[in-house]
């Protein structure tokens, strides 16, 4: 599995090198500048983005990568090179927002800011070669 960078702060039990690699603005720019990345867009006021170099070596190293991306950045790779795009899909759009409110990892405006993308993503659903509908976790994963 790649492993993004993101320049929004960490949320509780999150690990840099492991769940993101956490860098500045200022960072993130030069990564841009030097096109040091694979795919990256801008969310809720936060970059995230997907290394070149680290998505090169794992496919040297004969291994398929996994890049947990939104919508956004999937359906930009999609136009660059051969991918498989799967989309994640809650069961219902409630069950979404129950989700996010459970967990208590952000504010109620960040929330919905979020919830209001879903919708978003949810439609661009359509582009993908498969989705996945998260109603149960094990039969999810399988």
């Known amino acids: 599995m790649s492993i993004s960078f993101t320049t929004r702060t ?3 039990n999150e690990v840099d090198g492991i769940d ?16 040091d990345l694979l795919e990256y867009v801008e969310l809720h006021g936060e970059y995230y983005g997907t290394s070149k170099a680290q998505v090169e070596k794992l496919q040297n190293d004969g291994k398929h990568v996994v890049l947990v991306i939104d919508t956004q950045g999937g359906l930009n790779l999609k136009n660059q090179i051969e991918v498989v795009l799967i ?9 979404l927002s129950l989700r ?12 919905e800011k979020r ?3 879903a919708k978003h993503e949810m439609e661009d659903a359509k582009h ?8 149960n976790l094990n039969t999810a994963y399988q």
Do not use: A, C, G
């Open 100 to 111: 996010l409110n459970k967990r208590k990892t952000e504010k109620l405006e960040e929330i």
């Open 87 to 95: 989309f994640i899909m809650p069961p219902t759009f409630e069950e």
């Open 20 to 35: 993101y690699h956490f860098i500045s603005h200022e960072e993130f720019q030069k990564k841009i500048e030097t096109k």
């Open 10 to 12: 960490p949320r509780p």
């Open 115 to 117: 919830l209001s993308w």
């Open 128 to 135: 993908y070669d498969y989705i996945i509908v998260n109603d």
